[in-house]
């Protein structure tokens, strides 16, 4: 799958933006928040993805800092990347927090979602199509479901693809981090048994608003908090992971071959709606944000649809 990435090279902060209705790439200038155009440097995420080096990283460092950009809050920020091409592959119960509420709650969610920790990492999947930018609206999908459920989690995306991949090779093969919210329709994930359906609805994985190089943050110490309404539900620390990152990815990896622009959801920390009793699941009208520190905060209203 070619030679590793090594460093990253420059820190840089990369979005996909709305410019003119065409997406672009561009990278942010954390000191001006402000965004540039690199779209003379790179035609796409995918492909700056795939030919990622520290001389590229440097460049459009070089282009940030040096361009007139446009003002972050004028631009209309997209998913860090198009659903096509790609894999979304998922955790299930990575906080021992979150695997217990579920048992302390009484609510089933089905296919094992109750009790302690798993002895191996629960891997599952979500359909690309439901990927959905900042700001974009989660339909609540009230015809088929009454409970919406959000879950805060780190997203790890893959530069270097591979299999077979060891442990202490793994953080070569990441690219950076984005935030996302892994939206699940809990009764649908209980009645099928298999969480794909309850995972998988349009609109039901909300991720960015940056991409973040793996150089910028230490993932293996980064605060995961999430907030309904201003609520804080969520709260905890990537530290407090039952499988970290190197662990997923040599997992995931073993017969599964991971491609450049792949993404892996950590797992979501405790707090969710039906860890409460009674369940508060998500209605429309309301807002709800999650963010993952040093990577960024990402919210989406609900709505019906």
Known sequence: MGAPIGPIGVPVRLVRYDRGGTPTVGVLDPVS?????????????????RTWSPALAER????AQAGAGTPLDTVRLLAPFPPASREIF????????????F??????????????????????TKAARSLIGPDDAI???ASLTSAVDYEAELAVVIG????????????????????LNDVTARDLQRNHQ????????????????YLVTRDEVDA???AVRSWVNGELRQSANTADLIFDIPTLIATISAGITLEPGDVIATGTPSGVGAGFHPPRFLRAGDLVSVEVEQVGRLSNPVVAG
């Open 33 to 49: 928040q402000t965004v540039v155009d690199v779209e003379a440097e790179v035609a796409d995420i995918d492909a700056l993805i």
């Open 139 to 141: 339909p609540d999908h």
């Open 160 to 179: 270097l693809g591979g299999r077979f991949i060891a442990k202490a090779d793994a953080w070569e093969h990441v690219f950076g981090y984005t935030v």
């Open 220 to 222: 293996s110490s980064l």
């Open 194 to 209: 298999q969480w794909f359906l309850g995972k998988s609805l349009d609109g039901f994985c909300p991720i960015g608003p």
């Open 103 to 124: 048992e302390r709650s009484g609510y089933d969610s089905g296919a094992g979602a109750a009790g302690g920790a798993a002895s191996y990492p629960v891997i599952f």
């Open 90 to 101: 998922c955790v299930g119960k990575n906080y021992l927090e979150h695997a217990a509420e």
């Open 60 to 63: 459009l460092s070089k282009v």
